[in-house]
């Protein structure tokens, strides 16, 4: 059984910066894409980014593209999502997830891809 912890979260100003990580434990996820999420109070949880395996292909929501950087380190079993430029409608939870074992080339950006979630990390960003 995996377990991914969020932490980083917090109450920041419009522009400034934040850094999300996500603790993997119970398996080594060498073989897992991962990603982040976010849902917004009264929305639908939604794509933010995502990473391969070995954690040299990504792909980013348009909503944050140029802003946020998703990254992650395979011998420490973590990955990170570090925040710039942030504005006030980055506010949510945000989820980081794993899928199950896939190819190396292989990245979700639907939730139905992922199999293993967190307890989610506040973030709340006023204007």
């Known amino acids: 059984q995996v377990t991914l912890v969020e932490s980083g979260g917090g109450l920041v100003q419009a522009g400034d910066s934040l850094r999300l990580s996500c603790a993997a434990s119970?398996?080594?996820?060498?073989?897992?894409?991962m990603g982040w999420f976010r849902q917004a109070p009264g929305k639908e949880r939604e794509f933010v980014a995502a990473i391969n395996s070995r954690g040299d292909i990504t792909n980013y929501a348009d909503s944050v593209k140029g802003r946020f950087t998703i990254s992650r380190d395979i011998a420490q079993n973590t990955m990170t999502l570090q925040m710039n430029s942030m504005k006030s409608e980055d506010t949510a939870v945000y989820y980081c997830?794993?899928?199950?074992?896939?190819?190396?080339?292989?990245?979700?950006?639907?939730?139905?891809?992922?199999?293993?979630w967190g307890q989610g990390t506040q973030v709340t960003v006023s204007s």
């Open positions: 997830a794993a899928a199950d074992s896939s190819g190396h080339y292989v990245i979700y950006r639907s939730h139905n891809g992922y199999k293993y």
């Open positions: 119970g398996r080594t996820l060498t073989q897992n894409p």
